[in-house]
């Protein structure tokens, strides 16, 4: 049966430390002290994977790239039972990916992101320039 609502394997990330609760106190530069990732950092990181991976495909990939990208996204995502990953451009995937998070972000009541900026944000930096130093 389809499954009506997103469901990622990575749904388990239930299952990894909760998010520091926001009177607890973080340490400005926990990156710097290699911490197990909680829940949001894997989440982010894992979001930065999947988008750089995107941002960098190829804008004509060979059928193997998109076989490979193709495998990648079905081991990765029970989701592409209903929504196959785009593979035929960078664009094409980049966009698709875009979708998917924006849906994960609806579902946690997050803001949506803008899909047409997607390449700034994750391969050319913003247009105002700010990404340039
Ligand atoms: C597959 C997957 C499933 C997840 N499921 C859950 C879950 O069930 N429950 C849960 O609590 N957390 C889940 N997470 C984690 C959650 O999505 C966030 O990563 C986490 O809450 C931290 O959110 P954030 O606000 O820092 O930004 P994130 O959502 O991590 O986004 C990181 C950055 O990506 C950019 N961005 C945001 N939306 C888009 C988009 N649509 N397209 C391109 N770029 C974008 C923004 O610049 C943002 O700052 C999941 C993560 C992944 C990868």
Request: glycine content about 4%; some cysteine; hydrophobic content about 30%.
């Amino acid at each position: 049966m389809l499954r009506t609502e997103p469901s990622f394997v990575v749904e388990d990330l239930t299952l990894y430390k909760p998010s520091k609760a926001p009177q607890e106190e973080i340490p400005e530069k926990r990156d710097d002290l290699q911490c197990p990732l909680d829940k949001d950092e894997l989440g982010r990181k894992t979001w930065s994977f999947l988008h750089t991976m995107a941002a960098y495909y190829p804008e004509k990939p060979s059928l193997y790239q998109e076989n490979d990208v193709k495998q990648f996204f079905s081991t990765f995502s029970r989701l592409l039972k209903v929504s196959p990953p785009a593979t035929k451009s960078q664009e094409e995937l980049s966009q698709w990916l875009c979708k998917i998070h924006n849906s994960v972000n609806e579902r946690l009541g997050k803001s949506l992101f803008d899909c047409s900026r997607v390449n700034e944000r994750w391969r050319d930096g913003w247009k105002d320039g700010s990404c340039d130093y």
